[in-house]
């Protein structure tokens, strides 16, 4: 019994802290739709690409080219991050780059099989540039929004379980969605909550001038660490 009711209190702990601090709601929505857009990509990516024509020996340096472009990318989003007065100046433009390419993605179930594999291939490598331009931004803003040390705890906590449940809802929904209206349609879906998402820390309030932090723990700094 006591079990039951700390696993559902925890599940319930984003809710409460926004209720809390109706502030953070923002932040919160950001974490969670950027979770469950990206929370698509590590399952379907490599069976979306097979079902367009990809030999499966051809996934993982599919796989890789993204991450790699994603590596190249991030430390020029970190230099840039810290010569803007706001962070969202750089996570909105690049949700709306991760946004346009996913519905590319998406877009590509429908086009003749040669141009759908190139057409993936090429959306899939070029998503991971305004995905890795943007990160460290992200990163940034979640340790400027955190609290001082005696309520760091239970922000973490709380935004690590808005992730989680994004997390728990986004392979169930978009299997669903797969089964009844194809794979491409599962990534239209993740495009719109990158739109959600973008819209979401559009609306989070931050300082016109960035203060030093206190120390946060790195673990927790962005979204979620599956790049895109």
């Known amino acids: 019994g ?5 696993a559902f209190r925890g599940l319930l702990s984003p809710f409460t802290y926004v209720k809390d601090r109706p502030g953070a709601a923002a932040l919160f929505l950001w974490q969670f739709f950027f979770t ?19 030999p499966r020996e051809a996934v993982g340096p599919l796989v890789a080219a993204s991450w790699l472009t994603y590596a190249f990318a991030q430390p020029f989003g970190g230099r840039l991050s810290d010569r803007m007065s706001r962070r969202v100046g750089l996570i909105a433009p690049g ?11 998406g877009a590509a179930g429908w086009l003749p099989d040669g141009a759908a594999l190139l057409t993936l291939v ?13 990160r460290s931004s ?31 809802l986004a392979p169930v929904t978009y299997g669903f969605i797969s089964q009844r209206a194809g794979i491409g349609c599962a990534f239209l879906l993740s495009s719109v909550s990158l739109v959600l998402a973008l819209g979401c820390v ?12 206190e120390p946060a723990p790195v673990a927790a700094l962005t979204p979620t660490s599956e790049p895109g």
């Open 2 to 6: 006591t079990g039951w009711g700390l």
């Open 36 to 54: 469950f857009a990206l929370a698509l990509f590590p399952t379907y990516l490599p069976l979306y690409a097979v079902e367009l024509g990809a």
């Open 95 to 105: 949700l709306a780059g991760m946004a346009v390419m996913a519905a590319v993605l």
């Open 122 to 134: 090429a959306a899939w490598v070029l998503l991971a540039i305004p995905d890795g331009l943007h």
């Open 138 to 168: 992200a990163s940034a803003l979640v340790v400027e929004q955190s609290p001082g040390p005696s309520e760091r705890g239970r922000f973490m906590g709380a935004l690590g379980s808005c992730g989680a449940l994004a997390s728990v």
């Open 202 to 213: 559009s609306r989070v309030r931050e300082a016109s001038s960035h203060a030093t932090p």
